[in-house]
């Protein structure tokens, strides 16, 4: 399941918890980055990984993943939070788009956090 973490009014974030399919991704994820693209500039994301990447029970979540966030060109900060090398997607997960792409390890969350709000450089 992908719960939103309630955060500042200049991004959004997801946790992944459980089993995690990709009508969850579609259903909770995408709607959230529509509504955040219309009003802002830049998207502002954060997703943390907080299950076993064996818990995303399709095998094509990420590819569906992937064809649902290109869809949208404005963003401006992405953050993955995963200590899963399988998910570990971060620093080289981009689509020729502009925007800043980092990966970080669960014991990192707040400083994604921070640097997604853009609030810390690194």
Do not use: C, Y
């Not at 909770?28 to 219309?38: C, F, H, M, R, Y």
């Not at 094509?60 to 404005?74: C, H, M, P, R």
């Not at 020729?96 to 450089?121: C, D, S």
Request: negative net charge; aromatic residues 12%; hydrophobic residues 40%.
């Amino acid at each position: 399941m992908i719960h939103k973490i309630e955060t500042a009014n200049n991004l959004i974030a997801f946790r992944a918890l459980g089993q995690v399919t990709t009508a969850d991704f579609k259903s909770v994820v995408l709607p959230e980055i529509e509504g955040l693209s219309k009003q802002s500039n830049g998207i502002n994301f954060l997703f943390a990984v907080d299950t076993d990447i064996q818990n995303f029970t399709e095998n094509s979540w990420l590819q569906d993943a992937v064809t649902g966030l290109k869809q949208f060109e404005n963003w401006n900060r992405v953050a993955i939070v995963s200590d899963s090398e399988e998910a570990s997607f971060g620093d080289g997960f981009t689509f020729n788009t502009t925007g800043e792409f980092r990966g970080f390890k669960k014991l990192a969350f707040n400083k994604a956090l921070k640097w997604v709000e853009g609030n810390q450089n690194i």
